[in-house]
């Protein structure tokens, strides 16, 4: 069987189709080495056996609590933006006092985020980057209409050169860490040192999917990273969101 071919099979479901097909596709590689798995996928019968039912549905699982399971074209229904709709303004607000008014903003695993530009309070031009092209194509046009000085393009943020990112004053990491931490463990780190900004601002959810309080919603893990990397940091929280404003440089 070709990788190729499972590649399509999985996209064919409607909540994985606009993923980067070069994010599931290193995402198979990885699966097929960790399960020792590259000789017998080789093989045309591999496809009709019960291994790879369990292969195609860990794959699809796993791309689905990545990244592609909770998308929504609506900005005010996304999941990403649905819980911080109310506190757009003071949370830009809050975020900027501490680091300026940015001249450029990186929204990395941006999803409809950047729909939020009007409660920047200055005109920064954004870069809005995902593995989403669905949602990349409603952010162009977002950006387009409003007459917003942007950019957006894909970008797979595990597999992906941190070195062909722009240099900015502000990067978000929206609620995408612990995503990341799924895909590949300690990934976290690594994304913190290679990211060009002077600030970048992490946030994560004080909630689970179904309302209910996150234990350990501080997210010690996050803050033994930055203390080990030596950056100066201040920790907020508004409404189910906690952020975290570090500085880089």
């Not at 060009?196 to 959810?205: C, E, Y």
Request: with cysteine; charged share 35%.
């Amino acid at each position: 069987m070709e990788i190729k071919e499972l590649i399509q099979e999985l996209k064919r479901k409607k909540e994985l189709s606009d993923l980067d097909e070069g994010f599931v596709e290193h995402r198979v590689i990885d699966y097929l080495k960790q399960n020792k798995l590259e000789e017998q996928f080789k093989d045309k019968k591999f496809i009709k056996t019960r291994r790879y039912d369990i292969l195609f549905k860990d794959l699809r699982r796993l791309l689905r609590e990545a990244y592609g399971m909770f998308r929504s074209d609506d900005f005010k229904e996304h999941p990403s933006t649905k819980s911080r709709i109310i506190y757009y303004k003071y949370i830009y607000k809050k975020i900027f006092e501490i680091t300026g008014k940015p001249k450029k903003i990186l929204d990395l695993g941006c999803g409809l985020n950047p729909l939020s530009y009007e409660y920047l309070d200055c005109k920064p031009f954004y870069y809005a980057a995902d593995i989403s092209n669905n949602e990349l194509k409603i952010v162009n046009n977002y950006f387009k209409e409003n007459k917003i000085k942007g950019e957006t393009f894909t970008f797979n943020m595990v597999d992906s050169s941190y070195k062909d990112l722009p240099k900015v004053d502000v990067c978000f990491l929206f609620k995408v860490l612990e995503e990341l931490e799924l895909i590949k463990r300690d990934i976290s780190e690594k994304v913190i040192k290679e990211i060009k900004a002077d600030w970048i601002i992490a946030s994560f959810s004080k909630v689970t999917l179904g309302g209910k309080p996150i234990k350990k919603m501080w997210r010690v893990w996050f803050e033994k990273i930055i203390k080990k990397l030596g950056l100066y940091y201040v920790i907020f929280d508004i409404g189910d969101e906690i952020f975290f404003v570090i500085k880089k440089d």
